[in-house]
């Protein structure tokens, strides 16, 4: 049996971003993707860009399926609400991915925005702005 000499992770969670021409745009994706590596190590943890930048889905999962570092990968799409790059575009990627590697294993996280924890820290933020701190 042949030894894979890529790294296996414990995680693999591929941030996913909508993008933009503008290259600032990024830099706060790239402090989190770095503050997330720096406290999960053994993990995975990288940003896909849905337009105008790199690297895509695609060749993120890409990368991970050719280096079989990954068995199982989660989606987490930084989107408030799932709209059409959610239920369209990245459903396409993700159809494609499984086909081209069937054994690997993805799962679409619901974006981060439905999570119930953002609209409470997103409250506690406009209450800072507004003075209104409790």
């Known amino acids: ?3 894979n000499k890529y790294k296996k ?6 941030l996913i971003a909508h993008g933009s021409k503008e290259l ?3 830099r706060p994706f790239e402090r989190l993707i ?3 590596k720096r406290e999960l190590p053994g993990d995975y943890i990288s ?3 849905i337009e105008s930048l790199k690297p895509s889905l695609s060749e993120v999962m890409k990368n991970l399926s050719n280096k079989k570092s990954a ?6 799409p930084l989107f408030m609400a799932a709209g059409s790059h959610i239920n369209r575009d990245i459903k396409e990627l993700v159809s494609r991915a499984r086909k081209k590697s069937p054994k690997l294993k993805i799962e679409v996280l619901p974006p981060i925005g439905e999570h119930p ?10 209450k800072g702005y507004l003075n209104h701190v409790s």
């Not at 924890?117 to 406009?126: D, G, L, M, P």
């Open 34 to 36: 770095g503050k997330l």
């Open 47 to 49: 940003i896909a860009y």
């Open 9 to 14: 992770y414990k995680h693999c969670l591929i």
């Open 117 to 126: 924890k953002i609209s409470s820290v997103i409250c506690e933020i406009i």
């Open 1 to 3: 049996m042949k030894k």
């Open 24 to 26: 600032q745009w990024r």
């Open 71 to 76: 068995n199982y990968i989660k989606l987490l």
